[in-house]
């Protein structure tokens, strides 16, 4: 399931890439005057932090379950965007970002498990345009963020697989460049996201667990569309 979700990212990474190209080749360049945007995009993003694959945590500190949580590999997915200029130098925008990765736990050596991380992001972005049709731009926000693991294991008393979910907040700091091909826009971006994860659910168990980091850094390309007075 995973593996088929990071071959949809990538062949949806060429798709935009040469949509990008077609763009270029076509009328003449031009940034939007309009005062809105939505886009869709393709992500890539690798992860590191207390998501080590060593670490248990626990949904009911006295009940259970007790779960190993997977350390992820570098996955891919989308990105759905959409923003409001607010000046010629500032907007705000929303994220969405939802990734799929394969993952690996110290429980059961061998049990491949696949998660999805998702965050939603709140930011403000400060633009630089350089002629009239491109801009540079870097980007801070904050975001709520959702780990969940299909097939996780609970342990102890004996190892079961069940779902899994983590769930925090955090920062997102990041920057790139967007291209204009008015109505539409192409833009290429990196980010660095810090969260800590603090609430588990297990196995029909909600709890709070001491706070564990989630890092990531995460490459989108996003095709835009401007719209708006």
């Not at 869709?40 to 060593?54: H, M, P, T």
């Not at 998660?115 to 049709?133: C, F, K, N």
């Not at 790139?176 to 008015?182: K, L, Y």
């Amino acid at each position: 399931m995973a593996t088929n979700a990071i071959r949809m990212g990538r062949a949806l990474v060429c798709a935009l890439a040469a949509g990008g190209l077609l763009l270029a080749a076509s009328s003449a360049q031009a940034r939007p005057d309009k005062k809105l945007w939505l886009g869709l995009g393709a992500a890539s993003s690798s992860v590191s932090g207390g998501l080590d694959g060593n670490q248990v945590f626990y949904a009911d500190p006295t009940n259970g379950p007790f779960v190993y949580a997977g350390k992820p590999e570098k996955g891919s997915g989308l990105v759905i965007s959409g923003g409001a200029v607010i000046s010629k130098s500032l907007a705000a925008e929303l994220q969405f970002i939802s990734t799929n990765h394969d993952a690996t736990h110290a429980g059961l050596p061998g049990q491949n498990l696949t998660l999805s991380i998702s965050e939603l992001l709140a930011s403000l972005r400060l633009m630089v345009p350089l002629g009239d049709s491109m801009e540079v731009f870097g980007r801070a926000g904050l975001g709520i963020y959702a780990v969940g693991y299909d097939n996780n294991t609970q342990l102890p008393p004996n190892p079961t697989l069940i779902s899994s979910s983590f769930g925090g907040a955090g920062l997102a700091l990041g920057g790139g460049a967007a291209f204009f091909f008015d109505p539409l826009g192409l833009e290429l971006a990196i980010m660095t996201q810090s969260a800590s994860l603090d609430t588990l659910s297990a196995g029909g168990t909600e709890g709070q667990i001491s706070g564990t980091d989630l890092k990531q850094t995460t490459v989108t390309l996003t095709l835009t569309g401007h719209f708006g007075t």
